[in-house]
């Protein structure tokens, strides 16, 4: 069965560095866009970041666009989330999510994580 498994949040200060893992199995990793929402307290599901099934292009939120960037490597069936200048509105539970297409990122989600939290805060 598809798994998703994300780690590496935490607290951190603002201005701060925080990297997300996200550990795929139960389906041919390679073949799937992937991409990262969150949901901060009392708010809504934000869709924060995507990469197509090759890593060829990606996309991001203007809430987050030049502080973060995704990344994947196929071969160890992860994806990843580099969170740079952290800022106290990034405050969320970040999910990891499969899509349905090989290159397409803004819709077709199937899987979903259990999500890791992370807080920015002093």
């Known amino acids: 069965q598809v798994q998703l498994v994300e780690s590496g949040g935490g607290l951190a200060q603002p201005g701060g560095s925080l990297r997300l893992s996200c550990a795929a199995s139960g389906f041919t990793f390679s073949r799937y866009a992937m991409s990262w929402a969150r949901q901060a307290p009392g708010k809504g599901l934000e869709w924060v970041s995507g990469i197509y099934s090759d890593g060829s292009d990606t996309a991001y939120a203007d809430s987050v666009k030049g502080r973060f960037t995704i990344s994947r490597d196929n071969a160890k069936n992860t994806l990843y989330l580099q969170m740079n200048s952290l800022k106290p509105e990034d405050t969320a539970l970040y999910y990891c999510?499969?899509?349905?297409?090989?290159?397409?990122?803004?819709?077709?989600?199937?899987?979903w994580g259990q999500g890791t939290q992370v807080t920015v805060s002093s």
């Open positions: 999510v499969k899509t349905v297409y090989v290159n397409y990122i803004h819709g077709g989600y199937d899987y």
